[in-house]
């Protein structure tokens, strides 16, 4: 729900401050204006890809519009495109609230925005007519990783300083994690960009690879997402969060374990045994953090479950959570030598990256984007009704997908191991593939909904529908809550 608040009732030094004055609101604008552009083209590439499966040649002959150029199109555009542009956004957000004082150099926000949005644009086009480097989620060239690179360091020097001058020392757990998110990330550009595609070749590129794209997904994707939930939930649900301290072990766990476990796309290959066995364990180990987090966002909603019907990002926020459970166990018992077996190489691995990918971070990012839109203009959202159409096509959308492609995968895998025919496990494919497409039609809905339902909310101050005002609560901002 995103109802106009009361003043907040702040203490300490932040005390007598109004938080929402220190927002740059051209600046948060700007950056979740492209992140809607993106929410609406990049996911509808997947399902124009995903048709392909049942259709082959319904998009004709041109080299351009094959699965192969296509892919990575889809997969750097939700990556870089719908999630990344919405979380910057949204950093913009949360940063000045929680540290009290404005974001260091403000003239540099909305080019930022524009050189971001224009070097994905670039590079995505630039996909489309063969440039790649061959690295899932690596593949933009360089023309185009060079400004993203840019604009991720100066982001990252922004919020850095931004945060140092902050009016308290105790730091709440999502700039922790902000933290690190943009320092592991500037550091794994660096690897990914301008190391990895020109000077590292044969196994070892593999295994660096391997590294990089899970340093995307865990190191970037993943505490970038705690940043989103950690913050809105407990502002959303008008509750403390549950749990500082456990917050932190999810933390430390996340930077212990996750630097290793990107060797388990790689099993049964040339690259050292050991080096498998430790992403195996490491993988095993990411329950940890997994469920932490988890404990965390369920336990912040204690007291507050019998209002979460009315609550729109709140709802976001904890759906996407029930996708990072299933998701996240999917990924570890992927990383087990007998479970790949019937799963590696099929849509078993699909499954789990979209119910990681789009199913929590994605829908975590438009849960911050619900929260966050309305106070923008100060109005209510347009049409609750209308953004609760929304929740559900997509929640439902990625359910089945979720569940559709888990048990295609096992299928496939265990029909290969059987010695069945390729092609004939293609035939045995068709029905999944078609439910597939339309979970993911379903989800597009839901998206395209939402993004109207902002629009609207932009363009007219009038209210349809409202949800009714709840009274908040001391919101611990600035402050560490145990």
């Known amino acids: 729900m995103a109802e106009v608040l009361p003043a907040e009732r702040l203490h300490g030094r932040f005390a007598g401050i109004n938080l929402d004055d220190l927002v740059d609101w051209v600046v948060v604008r700007t950056w979740l204006y492209f992140g809607m552009f993106w929410l609406l083209v990049t996911p509808s590439i997947g399902v124009a890809l995903s048709s392909l499966f049942n259709h082959p040649d319904y998009l004709g002959n041109a080299i351009g519009l094959t699965f192969g150029r296509l892919r990575p199109v889809h997969v750097n555009g939700v990556i870089f495109g719908a999630f990344s542009t919405l979380f910057i956004g949204e950093c913009y957000y949360l940063v000045p609230r929680l540290c009290g004082v404005r974001v260091v150099w403000p003239q540099l926000g909305v080019p930022l925005a524009w050189l971001w949005s224009i070097a994905v644009f670039a590079g995505l086009v630039s996909l489309a007519f063969g440039q790649n480097h061959g690295l899932e989620a690596g593949e933009l060239p360089l023309f185009a990783e060079i400004p993203i690179f840019i604009v991720v360091a100066t982001v990252t020097a922004q919020f850095l300083i931004t945060i140092g001058q902050r009016l308290e020392p105790p730091l709440y757990v999502a700039l922790w994690y902000l933290i690190a998110t943009f320092i592991w990330t500037t550091m794994n550009l660096v690897l990914g960009s301008f190391i990895l595609p020109y000077t590292i070749s044969g196994i070892n590129s593999a295994a660096f690879h391997g590294l990089y794209i899970h340093y995307i997904v865990g190191l970037w994707l993943t505490p970038a997402g705690y940043v989103l939930i950690y913050y809105f939930l407990p502002v959303s649900a008008h509750n403390p969060l549950f749990a500082h301290k456990l917050s932190l072990v999810g933390f430390w766990s996340l930077a212990l374990f996750y630097p290793f476990v990107g060797i388990h796309h790689y099993l049964y290959s040339p690259i050292a045994d050991w080096a498998e066995t430790l992403a195996i364990i490491t993988s095993m180990l990411l329950i940890i953090p997994v469920w932490t987090v988890l404990v965390n966002f369920f336990g912040t909603m204690t007291g507050k479950w019998h209002e979460f019907g009315r609550n729109l990002p709140a709802k976001f926020l904890i759906m996407g959570s029930l996708m990072y459970l299933v998701g996240c166990f999917q990924g570890s018992t992927e990383a087990l030598r007998s479970i790949q077996q019937p799963t590696h190489f099929s849509d078993f691995v699909i499954s789990h990256s979209h119910l ?46 979720g569940l559709v492609l888990t048990a295609a995968g096992l299928q496939q895998g265990f029909q290969w191991m059987s010695g069945t025919e390729w092609l004939d496990t293609v035939v045995w494919m068709q029905p999944y593939w078609l439910v597939r497409t339309m979970s993911g039609i379903s989800m597009d809905i839901g998206m395209s909904l939402l993004v109207i339902n902002l629009a609207m909310t932009a363009l007219t101050s009038q209210v349809v529908a409202p949800a009714p005002a709840i009274e908040p609560g001391v919101i611990p901002v600035g402050r560490p809550a145990e």
């Open 356 to 401: 990681t990918v789009f199913g929590t971070f994605v829908v975590w990012a438009m849960g911050g984007l619900v929260y966050v839109w309305p106070r923008a203009f100060k109005r209510e959202i347009w049409s609750f009704r209308l953004g609760n159409w929304s929740f559900w096509l997509i929640t439902v959308g990625i359910s089945t997908m």
